[in-house]
């Protein structure tokens, strides 16, 4: 069965620190793989995305991901966090037929980054 | 441009009440997805349309629910006899297509009290 793991419910960093908000993945076949952002009663917002190719995937403001295929992992960094960073943040797998965006998400990561 | 709106933002129902929630996805958007989101958790797929065809709906909780999309552009999901375990926040997502990431409104809160 698909699965997605967040180890983390929440990760405080200090600004302009480096980040990394963890995620491992079970899935059979290639994984297709995200992360979401999702801000106070708002939807959740694309960052990333892994579907093929370079295991460095980077996406929308300066966040990066690790697909580790030997780990099942894709982790999310940032080189240097801004208060403004603080969110939920979403793993997810997609399954189904490969032609679906139906996806599998984690239980969610909260961000903390202070001053 | 505009992107996925949901209406209304927040809906309080009596238990045993009948609610419809609607979603107007971005303009040409093929895919439709419908999810659910529970307090603390991540959200759950309940059911996707490609145009006006409902192609999966295995993730919707019972029979009391119910998705149509019958243009293939403005859908809505509509909870029959709510009850409190319906309490949740749903989501609406579309993309372009299959491949294309997910755009999501900001979602109705719905309470049953």
């Known amino acids: 069965a698909q699965s997605v793991a967040q180890p983390e419910d929440q990760v405080n960093v200090a600004e302009g620190n480096p980040l990394t908000v963890k995620c491992t993945y079970s899935v059979s076949g290639n994984p297709y793989l995200f992360w979401y952002v999702q801000y106070p009663n708002r939807g959740l917002q694309f960052l990333l995305k892994y579907i093929t190719g370079d295991n460095l995937v980077k996406g929308s403001y300066g966040f990066e991901a690790e697909f580790n295929k030997s780990q099942t992992s894709f982790h999310l960094k940032k080189p240097s966090a801004l208060v403004s960073d603080s969110a939920l943040y979403f793993c997810a797998v997609r399954y189904g037929s490969s032609n679906t965006g139906k996806l599998i998400f984690g239980q969610g990561t909260t961000l903390q980054v202070k001053p | 441009g505009a992107g996925v709106s949901q209406s209304p933002r927040y809906k309080v129902a009596k238990r045993g009440q009948d609610v419809a929630l609607r979603c107007d996805p971005i303009s040409g958007h093929v895919s439709l997805f419908w999810y659910q989101q529970a307090l603390g958790q991540g959200p759950e797929f309940l059911t996707y349309?490609?145009?006006?065809?409902?192609?999966?709906k295995s993730g919707l909780p019972s029979d009391r629910f119910f998705a149509e999309r019958p243009e293939g552009s403005v859908s809505t999901l509509k909870i029959q006899r709510t009850q409190q375990e319906d309490s949740a926040v749903y989501l609406c997502?579309?993309?372009?297509?299959?491949?294309?990431?997910?755009?999501f409104g900001n979602g109705t809160r719905l309470t049953v009290t």
């Open positions: 349309f490609q145009n006006e065809a409902q192609l999966d």
């Open positions: 997502a579309s993309s372009f297509d299959g491949d294309s990431p997910l755009h």
